[in-house]
């Protein structure tokens, strides 16, 4: 065994790398997961928060519409000219480059789907 000035062994500061890089290979895949489950947990938040209001406003004007939902600026924008005034913001991998589209029936049941702005005109 080669000892250095410090009489650590080389091969006592290679196993510990070795270990480190073991550790960190195994702790990886944990961390992106809740990181992953956060960014879902904030777009659900989006979600409730615009079925809410949705809910509001269909008790406030008894009306049946569709809208996309501005998270930024809580409110809801005309699905025509959404693409040019809403910014995607989904926070998940599955929500990435998406807004979130709302359709509210004459019964006042609210239907919500995550959609890319090229989408807007098949809703």
């Known amino acids: 065994m080669v000892l250095n000035r410090r009489g650590v062994s080389r091969a006592i500061v290679i196993l510990s790398i070795i270990a480190a890089m073991l550790i960190i290979a195994i702790l990886t895949p944990f961390v992106k997961n809740a990181i992953d489950r956060r960014a879902i ?29 501005d998270c930024e ?3 809801f924008v005309d699905v025509g000219t959404g693409v040019e005034k809403v910014e995607p913001y989904g926070n998940a991998k599955v929500h990435e480059g998406q807004v979130l589209y709302l ?11 995550w959609v890319y702005p090229e989408d807007y005109a098949n809703e």
């Open 73 to 75: 600026n809580k409110k």
């Open 103 to 113: 359709r509210v029936d004459e019964s006042g049941e609210v239907f919500t789907k």
């Open 41 to 69: 947990e904030a777009d659900n938040l989006h979600v409730q928060t615009a079925v809410n209001s949705a809910r509001l406003r269909f008790v406030q004007e008894n009306v049946a519409f569709n809208a996309i939902y």
